[in-house]
């Protein structure tokens, strides 16, 4: 159960930005517990909400930008951490954020053969 606070800002987010809402319910529903964070395309976003690359590439920006998430880059995909801040540690250049994820691979990204398995 979320705290009246958290349902206030959720609710807030639905108004000003239902596509960055629609974003965010995602990486909440598939976050792990206790870190908080989901690895994730932007092309599983497109997929599972809906909408264009444009679209989810603007509503993740405005999640960043209003706090929602920070977003730790792995690779070329990035991880979305919920209102956490992540710790780092070690000398300027060779800092590092470890975490673990739940990573979403949706079957879209996957290579042909993918939907007989």
């Given at each position: 159960m979320m705290s009246r606070a958290a349902e206030k800002n959720l609710r807030a987010l639905q108004t000003a930005n239902p596509a960055a809402a629609l974003v965010f319910s995602v990486i909440r529903e598939n976050m792990q517990i206790g870190t908080n964070a989901v690895a994730i395309s932007n092309t599983a976003f497109?997929?599972?909400?809906g909408k264009s690359r444009a679209t989810v590439t603007r509503a993740i920006k405005h999640l960043a930008d209003h706090n929602y998430v920070q977003i730790v880059k792995v690779g070329t995909t990035n991880t979305y951490v919920v209102n956490e801040q992540?710790?780092?540690a070690g000398s300027r250049g060779q800092r590092k954020a470890v975490f673990s994820a739940t990573v979403v691979a949706h079957e879209c990204?996957?290579?042909e053969g993918w939907e007989q398995v």
């Open positions: 497109c997929k599972i909400i992540v710790a780092f990204e996957q290579d």
